[in-house]
């Protein structure tokens, strides 16, 4: 499996990945959306022989404390790879080239049992919350450059577009 930046001609797999990971077009939409805004991104791929099975895509969020923080949002694998290791890799590598760009941080509105293993921490650790009605255990934040959340207070906020779908 190959993970590498998003190119121009990956638009339409990436949106049927979505398409097929989720139940509606929101996930797809967002990431089309997002991509429209022309804010920096940070896209990966995750491709097995040419075809591409899976999608992760960070964004720039803002908080208090001016630090260069991202959120995780959408990240999607193809019905037919998950449970093989490849969300798993999207995110190792997509917190990588995050941590590279000099983020100092990166937030998931995510499942629980499975972020943490990543170094994910509920973000109320921190003083952090979300700017939506989520429960504390399911917004997190993971720390890139060790120490940074300790400028960081407040509700995180989301590029508007997630607002719109």
Partial sequence: MNIRLEQPGDMEKIRNVHLQAFETEAEANLADSLRNTGIELIS???????????????????????????????????????????????????????????????????????????GFMPSVNFGIKSEYDVPPEVFMVKELQKGILKAAKGTVKYHKVFNEL
């Avoid at 075809?51 to 630090?67: A, K, M, Q, R, W």
């Avoid at 990240?75 to 941590?99: F, H, N, S, T, Y």
Wanted: aromatic residues 10%; negative net charge; proline residues 7%.
């Fill in 44 to 118: 990966l791929v995750a491709e097995e022989n040419g075809e591409v099975i899976g999608h992760i895509l960070f964004s720039p969020v803002t908080i208090d404390g001016n630090i260069k923080i991202m959120g995780l949002a959408p990240m999607a694998v193809l019905p037919g790879w998950q449970r093989k290791g490849v969300g798993a890799r999207l995110i190792d590598e997509g917190l990588k080239a995050c941590e590279n760009a000099g983020y100092g941080a990166v937030v998931v509105l995510g499942y629980p049992g499975y972020y943490p293993r990543f």
